[in-house]
């Protein structure tokens, strides 16, 4: 039997994570050749190229409102192919329209890709299979029961139906609406859609069916009885319904058609919450999880059924952090995971239908080329599952097989374009690749200008150097000015944390593409110089100005304090922090809570954090923020949300705080922001009663107020400094790096 505590240990683990055992990759060539990760593997009777298998982002509106794959859905899957990636696999297609209301939007219209309704949507995946085969690629099309308690409970206003769920469960995203529990004879009309979707797959020429089993989604609130506690009926037995859709798609498709089931190990929410699943609501109902070895031997019941291969992970919505790793968590997070399933299988003598051993596949951030590798090499897995990565670099495989490590681009973990994007009504992109998901729209090769131009660009953070690096493809003179004697602008600071290993290793990557730009005889670098436009006037036909932002001091008595410094001050002066003892940092947005983190964890300082709204971390994606925020709360720093600073004195702060018992608490990591423009009339109102609070604090940091630094910009265009003069990035609106590179990207494409 397998333990449970491993689930403990890692909770424990992925907190302090560098004192663990894990590391902090780069992207090195040690172990090149990569003879593992470019070894075919057999899938069933299917011989795919290598061991990369491309992780399911999405494809939300990526589609024709019909559902049929459009040019960019196509597109975007080519490229990939294109890259070298061995096995692609789609984001979730539902099967359960007409069954869970929350898949579908008024007009019987969807955001997702379909493959159910009829004949229209099937050329569409014609096309898709076509472009990734004449690459040498496969593809698996992610089926999906649906999303159940985790669907958009706007069903309930647009079609007045409730959402669903295995049982009368709370909705994730607003818990006071309850998703209904599903009839049977739905269940079982569920279950002939998967049968017929997996035929049309195979008939269209995709190459097997993946089934979306993980993370809280329907299929899981089935097949766990942390959902499913029906008394009555076949599928009170909690692995009935996945047994039986892998034996429909069996029956339908035959024994040779690859099935790929994804699944977590275990929700991980006793582990998570500990005595939290006691005393919150919303999650009373989920104490009774899958533990993990009721989780093996589902699986060894799926194998029997006709499952070929597995991916495995852990968590679900409730923690997303687990089944989304941010940048904040280690990479190669779930190897122990797999191995524990691969160790099960073959102890256990288990074989697929094809009487060969199950591959297990790890996920979990394994986007750099000597982890990936060796986690093959170790035997830990049979093939590397890569989402992020290759949206951040399509070229990822045919980069690492060259050795080429340090041109791939890295990801940086921030799931602001490729998740958050399409939750607040976009479609996945990439922050570090601009291209991504508009292929169909930006050729991969820059095409010159008509007439070359000599370009200045100011600043060489992100923005900056995207449009220094387009520019030149675009056959300019490009001049870079930066006032520093580093290429990274507020990379440099970002980065500094061990939990922002990625965000130094994104610089990195920003820095070879630098001195690649120096090979070109057209292309100027002048680190330390300030820009003027009294410099500048005169000498270039355009100005691009990337000098990013800053942190405006706000109006508080002491601000101007000797102990008082913004949050880029403490980042690159970390010696200023460690003579600290009590820290407090005002402002709980991002920069904020991940100050307060690698103040706490790794420096081991007294910290507490002032926020005036009631969330912290407010525009953060839900895994990022979630990550942070329940270690910051494990590690014992103080949050004060609804509360402002009232002033700073040498060695302390003096707030005022609401301090109603209807304030919210802000480490909730188990329920979702909702998006601004999403009224949730069931909210609780929040009444105010305010007290006056003195907080100890040797040093204070500033986490709160960026402006753009645009002076340079307007002294340009007053004095005629140049024919065209352009912003870009943070220049024009503070944000992240994603509006920063494709702000960048794009303008430059244009001059």
């Known amino acids: 039997m397998v333990n449970d505590k491993i689930l403990y240990d890692l909770d424990d683990n992925f907190g302090n994570w560098w004192e663990q055992g894990f590391a902090a990759p780069e992207m090195t060539n040690k172990l090149y050749p990569y003879t593992k990760l470019f070894s075919p593997i057999t899938i069933n009777h299917l011989k795919v190229k290598n061991r990369i298998v491309m992780g399911p982002m999405g494809n939300i509106d990526m589609a024709e ?16 192919a294109k890259g070298g990636v061995g096995l692609i696999t789609t984001g979730l297609i539902p099967v359960s329209y007409g069954i869970d209301p929350t898949v579908k939007e008024l007009g019987d219209l969807s955001y997702f890709p379909r493959i159910d309704r009829s004949r229209t949507v099937f050329s569409g995946w014609r096309e ?16 999906t029961a649906g999303l159940g308690r985790v669907g958009n409970p706007q069903c ?3 079609q007045f139906k409730l959402p669903v769920s295995a049982s009368w469960n709370p909705n994730f995203y607003i818990p006071q609406i309850p998703c209904m529990r599903i009839s049977s004879r739905k269940l079982n009309k569920l279950v ?18 993946y089934l979306h089993g993980h993370e809280g989604y329907f299929l899981e609130q089935l097949t766990n009885p942390a959902f499913n506690r029906r008394s009555m009926g076949k599928y009170s037995d909690w692995q009935r319904f996945g047994i039986d859709v892998v034996k429909q798609i069996r029956a339908r498709c035959g024994d040779r058609f690859p099935i790929m089931y994804r699944i977590d190990l275990s929700l991980m929410l006793n582990a998570t919450y500990k005595e939290k699943m006691d005393s919150v609501k919303s999650l009373k109902k989920f104490r009774n999880e899958r533990t993990v070895q009721q989780t093996l031997d589902y699986m060894t019941n799926l194998v029997k059924a006709g499952v070929d291969i597995f991916d495995v992970d852990l968590g679900c919505y409730d923690n997303w952090w687990l089944p989304h790793p941010p940048a904040s968590m280690p990479s190669g997070c779930f190897l122990e995971i797999a191995e524990i399933v691969k160790e099960y299988f073959k102890v256990n003598k288990i074989k697929s239908n094809a009487g060969v051993e199950v591959p297990v596949v790890a996920v979990g951030k394994l986007g750099y080329p000597d982890l990936a590798e060796q986690a093959l090499r170790d035997n830990k897995c049979d093939m590397v599952m890569l989402a992020r990565p290759l949206l951040a670099d399509p070229e990822w495989p045919n980069k690492a097989y060259a050795g080429e490590c340090d041109k791939i681009r890295p990801c940086i973990g921030c799931h602001e374009a490729c998740i958050k994007e399409f939750v607040d009504g976009g479609h996945p992109q990439c922050a570090v690749n601009p291209r991504t998901a508009f292929e169909e729209i930006f050729s991969k090769d820059i095409p010159l200008a008509p007439l070359s131009k000599r370009v200045a660009v100011i600043g060489a953070g992100p923005a900056g150097v995207v449009a220094a690096k387009t520019l030149i493809a675009r056959g300019h003179d490009v001049t870079l000015f930066e006032s520093e004697n580093e290429v990274g602008g507020t990379l440099r600071a970002g980065g500094a944390p061990k939990i922002k290993y990625e965000i130094h290793n994104y610089m990195r990557y920003l820095q070879n593409e630098v001195r690649e730009l120096q090979k070109n005889p057209r292309f100027t670098l002048n680190l330390g110089t300030e820009a003027t436009a009294e410099s500048l006037k005169g000498r270039f036909d355009v100005i691009v100005v990337a000098t990013g932002s800053h942190i405006e001091k706000p109006k508080i008595e002491g601000v101007d304090n000797k102990n008082v410094v913004t949050v880029t001050e403490a ?3 970390p010696e200023l922090v460690k003579k600290a003892k009590d820290i407090v940092i005002v402002g709980g947005g991002d920069s904020g809570c991940e100050t307060a983190y690698w103040a706490k964890l790794e420096l081991n300082k ?6 005036m709204t009631e969330n912290l971390m407010a525009s953060s994606c839900t895994a990022n923020r979630g990550h942070i925020l329940h270690y910051l709360d494990k590690s014992g720093v103080v949050a004060h949300n609804m509360s402002t600073v009232t002033r700073i004195e040498k060695d302390a702060v003096y707030i005022k705080k609401n301090v109603h018992s209807s304030v919210p608490n802000p480490y909730n990591t188990w329920q979702p922001i909702l998006p601004e423009n999403i009224h949730n009339p069931l909210a609780p109102k929040i009444s105010e ?5 003195l907080l100890p604090a040797d040093l204070v940091i500033l986490a709160i107020g960026t402006r753009p630094t645009d002076k340079i910009y307007y002294d340009l265009v007053s004095s005629n400094a140049a024919p065209q003069i352009v912003r870009i990035g943070d220049a024009i609106r503070p944000g992240k790096v994603f509006a920063a590179t494709k702000s960048a990207y794009r303008t430059a494409r244009d001059i």
């Open 65 to 80: 409102e019909t559902g049929r794959p459009n040019q960019k859905m196509i597109s975007y899957f080519e490229e990939r």
């Open 128 to 143: 898709v299979a076509a472009g990734v085969h004449s690459h040498g690629a496969n593809i698996f099309i992610q089926l």
């Open 156 to 158: 309930l206003l647009t």
């Open 192 to 209: 002939k859609n998967f049968g017929q979707a997996a035929a049309d797959a195979k008939a269209m020429n995709l190459d097997g069916v």
């Open 571 to 573: 980042l690159l002066n």
């Open 606 to 611: 007294n910290v507490q954090i002032v926020e």
């Open 689 to 693: 009663r305010y007290e006056n609070k």
